[in-house]
């Protein structure tokens, strides 16, 4: 879990060092990513319980399987791709904080944003535009493994490609919420701590 520190007005910070308050919308987007990286957690379980199979099958039995290799790298696949969404909502993505950890709180607030607006959800919605049709033209040709004995349902592993960018556009969308609702909370301690003009 990430550790919690609280700046001097009281809200809870993570890696990142940037203290964010939550929003309504946060809650909800953060919820249904916070669930879906939870529960796909056990592909890595179950991808390390088939490598082990796999391994005694091939070199103690002596018999090979391709739906099995190819198994283990769609469940490698999948679970990359279902984390990145779940990553980010933990602050788990590599960050460049070298120069920004000692810019003041409101500029790095503004540096988040810029980074949300003008790379993290543009390029998810970039990805999410191009996968739909890849997806789509998969599963009207019915395409399948190249590999002999390969497996069917190829649209299934593409199709994770939307999902997982779409998980991942949520929580940029609740990140964003959380540091305009911060820049807020911010300038009204500003506001209060100007002293009213003398009458």
């Known amino acids: 879990m990430a550790t919690t520190e609280t700046n ?3 809200l809870p ?3 990142s060092g940037l203290p964010l308050p939550e929003t309504r919308l946060s809650r909800v987007l953060d919820g249904i990513v916070r669930t879906v990286g939870e529960w796909s957690s056990w592909i890595w379980t179950i991808l390390m319980l088939l ?5 005694i099958q091939r070199y103690v039995i002596g018999l090979g399987s391709i739906q099995m290799e190819e198994t283990q790298w769609h469940l490698y696949a999948i679970g990359f791709m279902l984390g990145l969404g779940f ?3 933990r602050e788990r993505h590599v960050r460049i904080d070298v120069f920004a950890e000692m810019f003041p709180l409101r500029l790095r607030y503004w540096i988040e944003i810029v980074g949300l607006v003008v790379f993290l959800l543009p390029f998810c919605v970039f990805v999410i535009w191009w996968s ?3 997806v789509i033209e998969s599963w009207q040709v ?3 493994s190249a590999a002999p004995g390969g497996l069917p349902f190829r649209y299934l592993l593409k199709g994770v490609i939307t999902i997982a960018f779409v ?3 949520m ?3 609740s990140r964003l919420s959380r540091v305009v609702a911060a820049l807020r909370l911010q300038a009204d301690r500003d506001a209060r701590d100007v002293p009213a003009d003398p009458v």
Request: proline letters at 12%.
């Open 8 to 10: 001097p007005g009281g």
């Open 13 to 15: 910070a993570g890696p």
């Open 51 to 55: 490598i082990v199979i796999q391994v």
């Open 87 to 89: 990553a980010e909502l």
């Open 132 to 134: 739909i049709p890849y």
């Open 142 to 144: 019915g395409e399948v």
């Open 167 to 169: 998980l991942l556009a």
């Open 171 to 173: 929580t940029g969308v």
